[in-house]
Nanobody, 120 residues
Framework: QVQLVESGGGLVQAGASLRLACAAA????????MGWFRQAPGKEREFVAA?????DYATSVKGRFTISRDNTKNTVFLQMAGLKPEDTAVYYC????????????????WGQGTQVTVSP
């Protein structure tokens, strides 16, 4: 049974940094594609970043967010810098045993989400 557990969300002011973590169980992240998605109130869930053979970022976060993984801890991170109010959303970790993709429906496993709120 695969379990993804996110942590690290919170309330910060614009310009601050946060690091989200996603601890995986039952899925070896070193041989999987791991992604981060987010969903703001009233909006669809959207791709943020993914890491597999390569890393990929949404245009809106490129240069501010960094996805990384610690294979020894089987944990994926999303380092977020220069946060903006428009980054406010629930952030979800996702995993799949396949090639990297931005397509939400291609991911088989999801965490419960962690709230990130950025005040002006």
């Amino acid at each position: 049974q695969v379990q993804l557990v996110e942590s690290g969300g919170g309330l910060v002011q614009a310009g601050a940094s946060l690091r989200l973590a996603c601890a995986a169980a039952g899925l070896t992240i070193s041989t999987s594609t791991m992604g981060w998605f987010r969903q703001a109130p009233g909006k669809e869930r959207e791709f943020v970043a993914a890491t597999g053979a390569n890393t990929d970022y949404a245009t809106s976060v490129k240069g501010r967010f960094t996805i990384s993984r610690d294979n020894t801890k089987n944990t994926v991170f999303l380092q977020m810098a220069g946060l903006k109010p428009e980054d406010t959303a629930v952030y979800y970790c996702a995993g799949r045993r396949g090639l990297s993709t931005r397509t939400m429906y291609m991911y088989d496993y999801w965490g419960q989400g962690t709230q990130v709120t950025v005040s002006p």
